[in-house]
């Protein structure tokens, strides 16, 4: 059996997880973001897969805030990459789920994410626009998810959230 380790970053994994996202996606513009999030402090939980004991794979969160810039306690979940080679084996899956744990244990109340809307719902992401939250970005409805780690939490917010400034270059 092969043994799945998902734990927080550590500056010595900083360059694999660099690949790891120039990889997994068509640009190298995903990996520059997460080096961009972490040098800019904007990184809240940022978690490797190791398969016995080589990471193969990456999640980030970051705050995100409502339309004003102000706080919310929402985690924006992006990006996310499994090596190549090792997607379709359930890395993916764990490291959400243990996002997701990772967020609640921060005290943070829901989870947004922009992404395949086929990949996400099995998580419990449901279209945003189901409590009324829009995206600043011109986003698929059915792309743009939220989760609610704190039922009703979202109700109080609405409207649009924002990720952090420097997804602007991505999105
Ligand atoms: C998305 C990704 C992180 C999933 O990691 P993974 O370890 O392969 O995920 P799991 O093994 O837990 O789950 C695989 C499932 O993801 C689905 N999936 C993978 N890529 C997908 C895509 N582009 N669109 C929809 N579903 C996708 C697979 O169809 C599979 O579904 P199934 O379980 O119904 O067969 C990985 O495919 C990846 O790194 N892709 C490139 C980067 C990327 O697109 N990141 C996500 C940005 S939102």
Redesign the pocket.
């Known amino acids: 059996m092969k043994e799945l380790n998902i734990r927080p970053e550590s500056e010595q994994d900083q360059s694999t997880i660099h690949q790891i996202n120039a990889e ?2 068509e640009t190298e513009i ?1 990996a520059n973001l997460v080096d961009a999030l972490r040098d800019s402090g904007a990184t809240l939980i940022s978690l490797v897969a190791e398969r016995d004991n080589v990471v193969v ?1 990456h999640i980030l969160f970051s705050p995100m805030t409502d339309a004003a810039g102000d706080s919310i306690p929402v985690a924006g979940l ?5 090596a ?1 080679e ?11 789920r243990s996002g997701l744990e990772h967020c609640r244990a921060a005290g943070y109340k829901a989870v947004i ?7 996400y719902p ?1 998580f419990g992401f449901v279209p945003a626009s189901h409590f009324n939250i829009r995206s600043q970005y011109d986003a698929p409805d059915e792309a743009f998810m939220a989760l609610e780690l704190e039922p009703g939490a979202l109700g109080e917010i609405g409207g649009v959230v924002k990720y952090h400034p420097l997804f602007d270059q991505v999105a």
């Open positions: 997994a996606f995903e794979g992006a990006p996310m990459a499994v190549p090792y997607q379709q084996q359930g890395i993916g899956s764990a490291l959400v994410v922009l992404g395949h809307p086929r990949y099995r």
